[in-house]
Structures are given as structure tokens and as C-alpha cells.
């Protein structure tokens, strides 16, 4: 692999970990210094959240950039969730299970928006979707 072709997938490497840094740090910020406690779905979310700027970071140290094998799954399964927790915001899954109940914490307020109106589940999707598809260059870019 040529230096330049190197630097290209590092840099690509470096923004998807940045995106997942960015991402967990916002949902620590509104959990432990808003005060908003996330819902389920947040929740679940995070779980993927998380796990992903860890493993980035270890990559970007290492320049592994066969970390898409670990990382995509992760990235997938975690836009799905946010995919779901979108449509049930707008309304458009009318499920009986209520992600937000009436007595926990609820995503659905004007606390749980962002940028005059977006709403958090929806900046989540974004998150996910970005990561999965810069990943998908890279392993795209180093196929052989």
C-alpha cells in the first residue's frame, strides 16, 4: 500500500473515530451534565456507542484499517436501533411498546432536540450511518 493510499484510509479512519468520540461524549454531556436521562432505546444505543470509540481509537493507534471487520457490525447494529428509535419519534411505527414511558425518562420533549428542532435519535442514525460508511471506503480501498 502506497504512502499517499496509507494516509487516505487514516484519514478516513480518523473521522469515523472522531464522529464515535464526538457522538459518546455529547450522550455522557446531556445524561451527566443536562441532567436528561436517556430512555431504552438511548440506551441501547450507547451500547454500541461506546464499544466503537474504543476500538477506533485502537485502530487509529495501530492504523488497522482491517478494523472494519469489528467495527461495521457494531455501526450496523447500532443505526438499526437508531433507525427504530427514529420512526417511533415521528410516529411512523405505531407499536404498542413505548420506548419512553410515562413514568421514566422520555426522548420525546423539547429537552431531547438539537440545532432548532432535530431530534437526538435522529443525530444518532446520522452518527451511525457516517461510521458505517466510511468504514465500508475502507474496507472498499483495501480489498484486494
Avoid: N
Wanted: aromatic letters at 10%.
Amino acid at each position: 500500500m502506497s504512502t499517499s493510499s496509507s494516509s487516505g484510509l487514516w484519514s478516513l479512519l480518523l473521522v469515523a473515530w472522531l464522529v464515535a468520540l464526538l457522538s459518546s461524549l455529547s450522550a455522557l454531556f446531556i445524561g451527566e451534565v443536562m441532567g436528561q436521562a436517556p430512555c431504552v432505546l438511548c440506551w441501547f444505543q450507547r451500547a454500541f456507542m461506546f464499544p466503537l470509540t474504543v476500538i477506533l481509537t485502537i485502530a487509529c493507534y495501530r492504523s488497522d484499517f482491517a478494523i472494519w471487520r469489528y467495527a461495521l457490525p457494531l455501526a450496523g447494529i447500532g443505526a438499526g436501533l437508531a433507525l427504530a428509535h427514529t420512526l417511533l419519534y415521528a410516529g411512523l411505527i405505531p407499536l404498542p411498546i413505548q420506548p419512553c414511558t410515562a413514568t421514566g425518562p422520555s426522548c420525546s420533549g423539547a429537552g431531547m432536540t438539537i440545532f432548532g428542532g432535530v431530534p437526538l435519535p435522529m443525530l444518532a442514525l446520522f452518527a451511525f450511518a457516517l461510521i458505517a460508511i466510511l468504514l465500508l471506503v475502507i474496507r472498499r480501498r483495501t480489498a484486494p
